[in-house]
């Protein structure tokens, strides 16, 4: 499985691929904002990090974009900007156009803020290159999620669709497993989710042990 990174800050990426060696990013309007920079600017910046590699970075379109003709203008004029931008696009009827279009010109899409199982499937229909079923919202709401991811990863695989599955808005380390297990390709999450995941109290436990006896036993 791999590790997305879902994040705008710069400090966060580069420790993210310094350390865990992470798979990509995703970004959104509000990484953006907490940035603090203009949108322009940090997907720059973050394209210069990832550059000379082949991971992909998810950059949306503006989101008041209702056309499917004005997604794919901007999403072809961000795709010329950066060979690893991936374009990000709403799941609604003319986002799936674009994607469509997109896919056509060869230029990779990620369809985001999907919350069913059928979204998922317009989205391989139409060439998406990622879906994003987010998580941690539906199971916020009282939603079951675990059979939703289920459903999205057998509809790719009864169909051999190319769609990589990025498990989105992961909230902990069992969210990141439940989606793992379920054979979803990607999980995007917020660095201090998977700071979390990467670490059990059990762990700090034992190593204190270890410290402990280690420190009573003669080195040579």
């Known amino acids: 499985m791999k590790f997305f990174l879902d994040s705008a800050m710069t400090d966060e990426i580069k420790h993210a691929l310094e350390m865990w060696d992470i798979d990509g990013v ?16 940090v997907i720059m910046e973050i394209a210069d990090i990832f550059a000379g590699t082949d991971k992909p970075i998810s950059v949306e379109v503006n989101p008041h974009l209702d056309d499917w003709r004005e997604m794919v203008a901007e999403g072809k004029k961000l795709a010329a900007l950066s060979p690893n931008f991936v374009i990000k696009l709403p799941a609604r009827e ?3 156009k674009a994607v469509y279009e997109l896919a ?9 803020l999907v919350f069913s199982a059928a979204q998922a499937l317009q989205a391989m229909r139409m060439g998406a290159a990622y879906v994003s079923p987010f998580i941690g919202w539906k ?12 459903e999205v990863t057998t509809i790719r695989n009864n169909f051999g669709f190319d769609t990589e599955i990025i498990v989105a808005a992961a909230r902990n380390a069992r969210q990141i497993t439940n989606a793992a297990v379920s054979g979803a390709d ?9 700071q979390d995941s990467f670490d059990h109290p059990y762990t700090d436990v034992g190593l204190g042990k270890f410290q ?6 003669p080195y040579e």
């Open 26 to 41: 995703t970004t959104n309007p509000r990484h953006v904002q907490v940035s603090g920079k203009p949108f322009m600017t």
């Open 212 to 217: 402990d006896f280690w420190d009573d036993t």
């Open 186 to 194: 990607i999980v995007t999450a917020g660095m201090p989710v998977f």
């Open 94 to 96: 003319a986002g799936f």
């Open 139 to 150: 199971e916020s709401n009282g939603e079951e999620i675990i059979h939703f991811i289920d």
């Open 104 to 112: 056509a010109a060869d230029i990779k899409s990620n369809l985001t």
